[in-house]
């Protein structure tokens, strides 16, 4: 069956520029959960949603950064006023449930260079 | 905070040779233990995943881990690595609370030489 897809899969982007990456999840995943991978890093968590509910946005890095999920499917990631430190992979994970006993799937990422 | 270390960046083995990477996490409570390989242009997936009970694993393509409660650790092994094991190997954890966002170690990059 059809995994996480994410779009557009590469972003340029000139600085101060505003941005949305889009994650279709896998059908029917209650959980879905945005990390951001920086060149040489691994994956850092963003924030997570179960349905269209954003239970945690911790990790967005600074109030630029905006998400969400209204319907509950799709999700959409918004950068405002891009920076150069924004360049990384974004990557979308879903899960059928929000406890770890069930597996995240993750997405092809979007890789964003901001110039 | 948890975290998660993984000490060796840049692996080179030759075909037919072990594998141990290792990985170390740090956190108080109870947790759960995965390993994600990203194989050269594939999304991240899982390899094996530890909850609770046999602290050895078996994971997929032959690779296990072990949990070490005493160490912190939970180190990936296989016995014969194969060429088409080239790929990034990331060690995660989750606590056993509520929402199970990851926290990635940095990654381990196998090369495996015919």
């Known amino acids: 069956g059809a995994g996480v897809s994410q779009s557009p899969r590469y972003k340029v982007a000139k600085r101060g520029q505003d941005v949305a990456l889009r994650c279709d999840p896998i059908?029917?995943?209650?959980?879905l959960f945005w990390y951001q991978q920086a060149l040489g890093q691994g994956p850092e968590f963003l924030t997570y949603f179960q349905n269209e509910a954003q239970l945690d946005k911790s990790g967005l890095p600074s109030d630029r950064f905006f998400a969400e999920r209204p319907e509950g499917s799709v999700s959409t990631l918004k950068i405002q006023r891009t920076q150069q430190e924004d360049s990384a992979v974004y990557l979308c994970?879903?899960?059928?449930?929000?406890?770890?006993?069930?597996?995240?799937?993750f997405g092809p990422g979007t890789r964003l260079t901001v110039t | 905070a948890q975290s998660v270390s993984q000490h060796n960046h840049h692996v080179i083995l030759s075909e037919a040779a072990s594998l141990e990477l290792g990985c170390n996490y740090s956190?108080?409570?109870?947790?759960?233990l995965f390993w994600y390989v990203q194989y050269p242009g594939q999304h991240l997936q899982l390899l094996l995943k530890?909850?609770?009970?046999?602290?050895l694993v078996k994971g997929i393509k032959g690779f296990e881990a072990e949990f070490i409660k005493s160490k912190f650790s939970f180190n990936l092994r296989k016995p014969s690595v194969q060429w088409s094991d080239t790929a990034e190997y990331f060690c995660a954890v989750t606590n056993t609370g509520t929402a199970s966002k990851l926290t990635f170690g940095t990654g381990t990059r196998l090369q495996v030489t015919l």
């Open positions: 059908s029917g995943h209650v959980s």
């Open positions: 994970a879903s899960s059928l449930d929000r406890r770890s006993s069930y597996e995240q799937y």
């Open positions: 956190y108080g409570g109870t947790v759960n």
């Open positions: 530890y909850f609770s009970g046999d602290p």
